[in-house]
């Protein structure tokens, strides 16, 4: 059974950082693209940061979160610092099957969220004082 678990979520203060992870199973995390979401109530899924070959992180996080990957885990992590409550939200993980050209790069992240095949079953990520 191909399956992602998320794990990692909490309550942080305003400036605080957490550590996200995503632990595949059921397949190699080596030979798929790997996406981060979030998702307020009420608002659509917001594609955070993908990483193929390379790694594309949307404008609001940029120099404040950090996709990584350990394949020998088959985990991938998202290291969220300085994080504010407007990053208060659910956080996804997903992953596609990787083909000859870079998923994250070639295509724009405003149409690649129908590609993802595999998703998990979300974090909740609380930033509060």
């Known amino acids: 059974q191909l399956q992602l678990v998320e794990s990692g979520g909490g309550l942080v203060q305003p400036g605080g950082s957490l550590r996200l992870s995503c632990v595949a199973s059921?397949?190699?995390?080596?030979?798929?693209?790997i996406g981060w979401f979030r998702q307020v109530q009420g608002k659509e899924r917001e594609e955070v940061s993908c990483?193929?070959?390379?790694?594309d992180y949307v404008d609001s996080v940029k120099g404040r979160f950090t996709l990584s990957r350990d394949n020998a885990k088959n985990t991938a992590y998202l290291q969220m610092n300085s994080l504010t409550p407007e990053d208060t939200a659910i956080y996804y993980c997903?992953?596609?099957?990787?083909?000859?050209?870079?998923?994250?790069?070639?295509?724009?992240?405003?149409?690649?969220?129908?590609?993802?095949?595999?998703w998990g079953q979300g974090t909740q990520v609380t930033v509060s004082s």
């Open positions: 059921g397949f190699s995390l080596d030979y798929y693209a």
């Open positions: 990483n193929d070959n390379r790694t």
């Open positions: 997903a992953a596609v099957r990787k083909t000859r050209s870079d998923f994250c790069t070639e295509l724009p992240r405003s149409r690649r969220y129908h590609y993802w095949t595999h």
